[in-house]
């Protein structure tokens, strides 16, 4: 009778065992959801601004980084919040999390530029720089951009950063600001069109401040990495990476990653040539002064060549008073020189 009573005990307690199993089983399966960010359970929009705050803002880090990086390609950035939106509005394909997805490195691209204003006027201790892009391509992702700013080798104050527009499925372009280093990190601007031009298109303005000085000073931006506030390990570091697909956009395995040639811009004002912030009557009285009287250079010759000529001669000193007190054209930033 003992033997069987024990038999019989064994056997619930197995059976316990194995739905215990089971339930623990479930719940473990039930937890790892690609593309479930926040670890809720469920894949949904809310993943999507869940990274966002994780990665520009001091949001919390993703329970499993495994069901964070479900874009398709290794590492987690802002793409995976546009690519939830897709998936959502069932415009996208499913998700693809590791082992699965490829690592895609961003290599230096000499046609892709990213251009920036290189000089901070003298007798002023505010500037706003402006960035643009110039692509040849006709479908391009900048994803993550944290790029370090210096003038003269100093860490500037940096005010404020205004978002150009955020073209795509995207609606918005979060940005965030480390000041103790001077770094700015940028994220998401799609392009889906003709190519851009020389003139580019403006994509983000940074406000800067540092003590005046009566002489031009260089400003010098250069690619960083970043982590989140929140990021457990530096392997969750965001690093810089443009996508660009060669035939048609979407999520082909012919994605190809690059890194925009970062290129300085003198010209902030086109015919500033005293390079004041504004264009007057004293910009080509400062022309005149260089030509004839061996005054000063202008400290961007782009700015003063407001023509768009080949160089700086009195036509662009004209050309100014006429666009001053004949309603003429605007000056052009010319090609003269950085």
């Known amino acids: 009778m003992k033997d069987s009573s024990s038999r019989r005990n064994r056997s619930i307690l197995i059976a316990l065992s194995v739905v215990s199993l089971l339930i623990f089983t479930h719940g473990a399966i039930k937890a790892q959801i690609c593309g479930d960010v926040d670890g809720g359970g469920s894949l949904d929009l809310g993943d999507g601004f869940y990274l966002v705050k994780y990665l520009a803002i001091d949001g919390p880090a993703p329970p499993n980084f495994s069901d964070a990086d479900f874009d398709g390609f290794t590492g987690v950035s802002i793409f995976e919040y546009r690519f939830n939106g897709a998936y959502i509005g069932q415009a996208g394909p499913s998700?693809?999390?590791?082992?699965?997805?490829?690592?895609?490195?961003?290599?230096?691209?000499?046609?892709?530029?990213?251009?920036?204003?290189?000089?901070?006027?003298?007798?002023?201790?505010?500037?706003?720089?402006?960035l643009n892009v110039i692509s040849p391509f006709t479908y391009f992702d900048g994803l993550i951009f944290p790029l370090k700013i210096r003038?003269?080798?100093?860490?500037?104050?940096?005010?404020?950063?205004?978002?150009?527009?955020?073209?795509?499925?995207?609606?918005?372009?979060?940005?965030?600001?480390?000041?103790?280093?001077?770094?700015?990190?940028?994220?998401?601007?799609?392009?889906?069109?003709?190519?851009?031009?020389?003139?580019?298109?403006?994509?983000?303005?940074?406000?800067?401040?540092?003590?005046?000085?009566?002489?031009?000073?260089?400003?010098e931006?250069?690619?960083?990495?970043?982590?989140?506030?929140?990021?457990?390990?530096?392997?969750?570091?965001?690093?810089?990476?443009?996508?660009?697909?060669?035939?048609?956009?979407?999520?082909?395995?012919?994605?190809?990653?690059?890194?925009?040639?970062?290129?300085?811009?003198?010209?902030?004002?086109?015919?500033?040539?005293?390079?004041?912030?504004?264009?007057?009557?004293?910009?080509?009285?400062?022309?005149?002064?260089?030509?004839?009287q061996d005054g000063d250079a202008p400290p961007?010759?782009?700015?003063?060549?407001?023509?768009?000529?080949?160089?700086?001669n009195i036509g662009d000193a004209t050309y100014i008073v006429k666009f001053i007190f004949q309603d003429g054209e605007f000056p052009v930033c010319g090609a003269t020189g950085i």
């Open 300 to 312: 961007c010759l782009d700015a003063a060549n407001a023509d768009g000529e080949n160089d700086v």
């Open 151 to 219: 003038v003269d080798g100093q860490i500037p104050n940096i005010l404020s950063i205004i978002e150009g527009p955020c073209i795509g499925a995207i609606d918005f372009c979060p940005s965030r600001i480390v000041a103790d280093s001077g770094v700015v990190l940028l994220t998401h601007f799609s392009h889906w069109g003709a190519p851009l031009d020389s003139g580019g298109t403006e994509i983000e303005t940074i406000t800067i401040s540092i003590p005046q000085s009566t002489v031009p000073r260089s400003i």
């Open 221 to 292: 931006i250069s690619w960083t990495v970043l982590s989140p506030i929140n990021a457990p390990t530096p392997d969750n570091s965001l690093y810089p990476l443009f996508l660009y697909w060669p035939h048609n956009p979407g999520f082909e395995d012919d994605v190809e990653g690059y890194l925009p040639t970062l290129t300085p811009r003198c010209c902030a004002f086109a015919g500033d040539a005293d390079f004041s912030s504004e264009v007057n009557v004293g910009d080509a009285t400062f022309i005149v002064k260089y030509i004839f």
């Open 95 to 130: 998700p693809i999390c590791p082992p699965f997805n490829q690592r895609l490195v961003a290599e230096p691209n000499s046609e892709l530029l990213l251009t920036y204003s290189s000089l901070f006027p003298a007798n002023q201790d505010s500037f706003l720089i402006s």
